[in-house]
């Protein structure tokens, strides 16, 4: 067949194809098979172009046997690999013998794959402590502390401390699914987004007074009103201004700060603790679910790990952005902004 016909078959579909001869050359491809293949690779050995052992070995079974058969093939990326699986079955083009290579990009296969086995692994690693430390009590209550009441009561507190772990993780992950599956709907109910903050902020007073920290406002005068759902925002200011509490030292300051001015097109929400601050390194990982810097230390706090993650697909929802500005020693600065209209 004429090689000007056998590029344009070639080039009429738009998955990547390529046709690698008897003769183990690359005979021709189109287009998006020319992007994973290189420039210059037409009419080389197939084996120089295409490096892997698994295709390699599959390109050779259609060649000399004429089986058909499938291999993946993976292209490293500078921030992650781009997966195909490649069918290649062997063809016949008037006198012409060959192996055609037909790849189906799957890479977003493998990542939700991937992403489902970190997340049942996750939420495993953080059911098990409190699981068996409950197990681990409940024996000791039914065995040595079951005629101790002081015992009995130290237990039975630590039951409830954990039983209070679970549920709240549970809540979250039920949360954080909600978020996902609304998050192509922007909300557009108008919001007054002052009252919001000045709610969320009494509601953590007394847990910032306990904690010896002052929570201060600053902005909220004049704040308009914005699109969003309501529900929703509370939560992320109570997830924000709750982690500043509790990273902060007694005698420091949580700020919350309104920003809008008039010739800007988002609304910008500043929550600022004066703590110990994060490594530059931490920050682009801060709201992958279940991350922490410190995982002891979270856990003793009550962090699941998802708090920042709900925050992301909330204020993502709204179609803002969220920025954290931080350095050891110089406290930290969440800062969410959200379009005005």
């Known amino acids: 067949m004429d090689p000007q016909w056998i590029q344009a078959i070639l080039s009429a579909v738009p998955a990547p194809l390529i046709l690698v001869g008897a003769d183990d050359r690359i005979v021709a491809a189109n287009a998006a ?82 992403f489902r086995r970190d997340f049942v692994a996750n ?32 237990f039975l507190s630590i039951m409830e401390r954990e039983a209070a772990r679970m549920s709240r993780l549970v809540a979250e992950l039920l949360s954080l699914s909600k978020v996902e599956a609304q998050e192509r709907q922007r909300p557009t109910a108008p919001v007054d987004i002052a009252g919001l903050v000045d709610a969320a902020a009494a509601s953590f007073r ?26 929703q925002l ?17 005698g420091d300051r949580v700020t919350i700060a309104l920003h809008a001015p008039n010739d800007e097109p988002m609304l910008r929400i500043d929550v600022i603790d004066e703590g110990d601050g994060i490594e530059p390194m931490h920050l682009p990982r801060l709201t992958e679910r279940f991350y922490r810097i410190d995982d002891h230390r979270s856990r003793e706090k009550g962090g699941t790990g998802l708090g920042l993650a709900i925050v992301k697909h909330i204020v993502s929802r709204h179609r803002g952005r969220l920025d954290i500005v931080s350095a050891p020693g110089k406290g930290a600065r969440f800062s969410v902004f959200l379009p005005k209209s």
């Open 206 to 231: 007394p847990a910032a007074t306990e904690a010896g920290l002052r929570l201060e406002i600053l902005g909220a005068d004049g704040a308009p009103r914005i699109p969003g759902d309501a529900d």
């Open 123 to 154: 939420v495993s690693h953080e059911l098990r402590t409190p699981l068996t430390t409950l197990a681990s009590s409940i024996e000791t209550l039914k065995g040595a502390a079951r005629d101790d009441p002081p015992a009995r009561e130290r």
């Open 234 to 250: 509370t939560q992320v200011l109570q997830n924000l201004i709750e982690n500043a509490i509790k990273y902060g030292a007694a």
């Open 33 to 114: 098979g020319e992007a994973i293949l290189g420039p210059g690779q037409i009419g080389r050995h197939h084996a120089l172009a295409l490096r892997q052992p698994a295709l390699l070995a599959v390109i050779e079974a259609a060649l000399h046997a004429g089986a058909r058969a499938e291999a993946p093939y993976v292209i490293p990326g500078p921030s992650q690999e781009v997966s195909y699986q490649v069918t290649v079955s062997p063809v016949r083009l008037g006198q012409m013998r060959g192996a055609l290579c037909a790849f189906e990009d799957i890479t977003e296969q493998e990542l939700v794959g991937q």
